[in-house]
Structures are given as C-alpha cells and as structure tokens.
C-alpha cells in the first residue's frame, strides 16, 4: 500500500511556473510507475505526463509537451512536476497516482493509488 500526498499547488500568472510534488509513504516506492493526472471543472480526469519506475522513460500529453517536466527521485519517495509556460487551459485540480504491474500509463484506471489533488489555477 502506498499513500501520496501532493504540494505545490497555487494561483500563478499565465506564463509562469510552478513545481508540484508528491510525496509517497512506504518503502516500495520504487516499484510503481507515477502518473499526473489533472481535472477541470465539468471535464473529464485527463493524463498529463507518467514516468517509470526507474525514471528512465517519461510520458506526455500533447498539450503539455515541451512545457512541463516530470521527474522522479526514488531516495526522497518523491514525484515531480515541474510546469512552465502556464497557460490558462492549465487550471485543474492535479493528481498523482501510483500502478504497480505492468503499466498503462496514460490511462487512469489503471494506477492503484490516488492522491487528494492540488489545485492550480493559471489567471490570464
């Protein structure tokens, strides 16, 4: 069992930056492929950017790519989200998720573990 808890979040012009973290409890971090996931008012849970569990491959979404950064660093138990060039499209509560097993990364019924979500909000 692993449980995550994101920070980060916050308000934050448009063309601007923000890191999110997620923190994660239990000692087989390093056994779960990492997931962010964000939602939107009146919108559906969409994938925005995955990494292995050794880090080694990284995932987007379209809209993300070139933009955001995701990282992981198995000694802390932490996943990263480093967001720059924030547009205002970007506004949601974010979430982190963790899936043991073979992965699916960009699909969200596949991760196991859920965080509570942060929200980020892009003003124009």
């Known amino acids: 069992q692993v449980q995550l808890v994101e920070s980060g979040g916050g308000l934050v012009q448009a063309g601007g930056s923000l890191r999110l973290s997620c923190a994660a409890s239990g000692r087989t971090f390093s056994s779960y492929a990492m997931g962010w996931f964000r939602q939107a008012p009146g919108k559906e849970r969409e994938f925005v950017a995955a990494i292995s569990r050794n880090g080694g491959s990284t995932y987007y979404a379209d809209s993300v790519k070139g933009r955001f950064t995701i990282s992981r660093d198995n000694a802390k138990n932490t996943v990263y989200l480093q967001m720059n060039s924030l547009k205002s499209e970007d506004t949601a509560v974010y979430y982190c998720?963790?899936?043991?097993?073979?992965?699916?990364?960009?699909?969200?019924?596949?991760?196991?573990?859920w965080g509570q979500g942060t929200q980020v909000t892009v003003s124009s």
């Open positions: 998720a963790a899936q043991s097993g073979f992965p699916h990364y960009r699909d969200y019924a596949w991760y196991d573990h």
